[in-house]
C-alpha cells in the first residue's frame, strides 16, 4: 500500500437528506439526528468544503509488523479546491485479506488517538488490532523519549489556535478487485523487490474507492477509484524524469549559447525581440523554482537528482536569458528613445527693439534634494537603467506566474501567454523589415523542447506532480507550431507576406532577391562572382546539381527555365543584390551584416536583410 494515490472527491452534506444519494440517505439520518448545530458550525470552520474537487494521499505501511492480518498505516491526505487545499493526518489499519483500510484523520497536524481505531474493524480483527495499537504506542513512547534526551519536546504535535477547521474524519476504503490471480500477484511482487528477469504479468492498476465521514460536521466526501503508484516506482520515475529533464535543459542552453556566438556585434542584435527572452526565462525561473523545492522537501535519495534540472534551468534563466535580454534592450535602448523623444519646435523670432516685449523668464536651477533622499534616488537610478528594468520587470511577472499556479484555469492562460515565445519576433521583424533575425536551428529546438515539457507535464497521466491531463495542451503545442511557420514563412517570403496590402502601414523594405537573368552566352553560367568569398554564384532549383539544371527544351539553365526569370523563392534567396548593385551570396552577407551594416565593397549603409 506504500505509495502516492491521487483522484477525483466529491461533497455531500449529510443534514440535507435532498442532495444525497440514494444510498447514503439512510445511513445520513442515523448520523445526524442529534447533531448540535451551534458546534458544527464552529469546528466546519473558515475553509470553503463546497470547492472540493480532487483529493491526493501519501500512504505509508511497514513492511516488518508482527501481525500480518493487521498492518499498521499511516499518511498525510490533502482535499483540493482549484485555489486551496487542507491538509490532514490519518493513522489506521491495512486489512491485506479484505483489501479494506479504516483510518481516523485530524486537520492541521492534530495527533490521532489510535486507541479509538480497534472499535472501528470488524470482530474478527478486533484483538489483533489491540497488539497492533500497543506496538505502536511502545514506538511513539521510544521517540519521545529520544527527543526528550535531545532536549526537544514534541511540540510539532500541538494543534494550532488558528486552525481553518476543527473537523475529524473517519476514512474507510476498499481496494478494486484485480482480475489477476494471486499467485501471479506474487511473482510480480517478487520480481519488483528483487529483479531477476524472469517473464511476469503487466502491472495492474491499483484503484481505491473510499469514502470521509465527520459525523460532527454532517460532511461526507465520497472518492471513486482512486489510483495509486508505488513508492519505488514513484522515485524510479523521478529519477528518470530528472535525467531527461536535465538533457532537456542542457539542450536548450547550448541552443541559446549557439545563439548567442553568432549575434556578438549591436548590427546583429538590433533585430532581435527581448521579450520572447523575458517569456523564456520566467519558465524557467519557475522550473528552478518547483525542481528545487521538490528536491527539498520531499525525503528520499532520489528527489536529490532533481536539483540537476533545477539548476541547469537557474543558469539558463539568470546567467544567460537574463543577461541577454539586459545587452538586447542596451543596443536596442538609443532606438526606443529616438522613437519616444517629441520633435522640437521651431524657435520663436526674437521681439523686435521697442515693442516693449519683456524677455522670457529664466527658470531659476532647482536646488538638489536633501540627504534624506539619497536611498530613494539610488533606488530610481537603478530602474532607470536598463538592467534595473528588465530584473524589475522580471520579478513582477514572476510573481504572477506563482499566483496563477492556484488555479488550473489560469495556469493554462499563463502558460499560453508565456509560449508566445515567437509572437514579439514576428512584430518586430513587421516594423523593421526583417526576414530573419534568428537561427532556424535555434527556433526549432527550443520550439520542440518547450513542447516536451508541457506535453510531459499535461498530457502523461503519471507525470511525477501527479497533475491531471489538460487536453488544452494541445492547443499550446499547436500555438508554439503556428509561430515557427509565421517564423520561417518570414524568412522566406518577406517580413510581412501574411499582412494583406492596405491592412497596416508597414514600413517600405528593400528587397534583396529580385529576380535576375543571367547571360546564356557566357562561357559560365552564373550570376557572378561573390563580393564577400569571391566564389561564382551558381543558383539551382532544388534537387538540382549545381550548374546542371535543365529547361524544359533540354538546355542548360542554372537560374531557371524560359526566360531564366527566378520565380522560386527558394532560389532567389540563394543570392542577395545590394542597393549599390553588388550581388553576393545571401549566407555571406548575413554573416557580414552581424559586424557591419555596410556594403563590403563600396561600404554604403544597407537595409535590414
Known sequence: MTGFWNGQAQLYNLSNSAELPTAWAPIAA????????????????????????????????????????????????????NIDFLKFEFNGFHLPSTGSIIALMNP????????????????????????????????????????????????DNQSPDNVETRCQFVFFGHLQPCPVPAAKLR????????????????????????????????????????????????????????????LVYLSLLVLLVRQMETTRTPAAISPISRWGFIFQALMDSFAFTSHTMFGILTKNKASVSM????????????????????????????EVEANRRPERAAPSPAPEAGTGSAPAPVPTATPPPAERFALLRRIGTGLTHPDGRVWL??????????????????????????????????????????????????????????????????????????LETNPWAYAIILWLAVQVLFLVGQEYLGAHFFIPKGWISVPEVYDYHPN??????????????????????????????????????????????????????????????????????????????????????????????
Open 30 to 81: 442515523g448520523l445526524v439526528k442529534d447533531l448540535n448545530q451551534t458546534e458544527t458550525i464552529m469546528k466546519i470552520g473558515t475553509w470553503n468544503w463546497t470547492e472540493i474537487s480532487k483529493t491526493s494521499f501519501r500512504l505509508s505501511e511497514p513492511e516488518d509488523t508482527t501481525d500480518p492480518e493487521v498492518q499498521p498505516i499511516h499518511g498525510h491526505l490533502d482535499l483540493e479546491s
Open 108 to 155: 492541521n497536524g492534530s495527533p490521532v488517538d489510535i486507541r479509538s481505531l480497534p472499535p472501528l474493524i470488524p470482530q474478527q480483527w478486533q484483538n489483533a488490532s489491540r497488539y497492533v495499537v500497543l506496538e505502536e504506542l511502545r514506538k511513539h513512547l521510544d521517540s519521545l523519549q529520544k527527543q526528550f534526551d535531545f532536549g526537544r519536546s514534541d511540540e
Open 187 to 246: 511473482d510480480l511482487e517478487r520480481e519488483m523487490q528483487h529483479p531477476t528477469g524472469i517473464s511476469t504479468v503487466s502491472r495492474p492498476p491499483v484503484l481505491l474507492d473510499g469514502v470521509l465521514i465527520s459525523p460532527d460536521c454532517a460532511i461526507l466526501v465520497e472518492m471513486k477509484k482512486i489510483d495509486g503508484m508505488r513508492v519505488d516506482r514513484f522515485w524510479r520515475k523521478v529519477s528518470t524524469y530528472a535525467g531527461l529533464a536535465s
Open 307 to 334: 536539483v540537476a534540472p533545477g539548476f541547469l534551468a537557474c543558469i539558463l534563466a539568470l546567467m544567460f536569458e537574463i543577461r541577454y535580454t539586459s545587452l538586447i534592450h542596451r543596443v536596442q535602448a538609443p
Open 393 to 466: 520587470l522580471f520579478f513582477l511577472l514572476f510573481i504572477l506566474v506563482l499566483q496563477a499556479t492556484s488555479s488550473n484555469t489560469l495556469l493554462m492562460v499563463v502558460l499560453a501567454v508565456f509560449h508566445s515565445i515567437w509572437i514579439p519576433q514576428i512584430v518586430r521583424n513587421i516594423s523593421r523589415g526583417t526576414r530573419k533575425a534568428l537561427q532556424k536551428r535555434y527556433v526549432v529546438g527550443t520550439t520542440i523542447l518547450r513542447a516536451l515539457l508541457v506535453l510531459y507535464y499535461f498530457i502523461c497521466p503519471e507525470n511525477i506532480l501527479l
Open 516 to 609: 535576375l537573368i543571367s547571360d546564356p552566352e557566357a562561357p559560365e553560367q552564373n550570376l557572378g562572382d561573390c563580393a564577400i568569398c569571391l566564389e561564382p554564384i551558381v543558383v539551382r532549383q532544388e534537387g538540382a546539381p549545381f550548374g546542371n539544371e535543365k529547361a524544359g527544351d533540354g538546355h542548360s539553365n542554372p537560374v531557371g527555365t524560359g526566360a531564366s526569370l527566378l520565380i522560386n523563392a527558394g532560389m532567389r534567396r540563394q543570392y542577395a543584390f545590394t542597393p549599390c548593385s553588388h550581388i553576393m551570396h545571401t549566407a555571406c552577407l548575413e554573416q557580414w551584416m552581424r559586424v557591419k551594416s555596410i556594403c563590403p565593397s563600396c561600404r554604403t549603409p544597407l537595409p535590414p536583410l
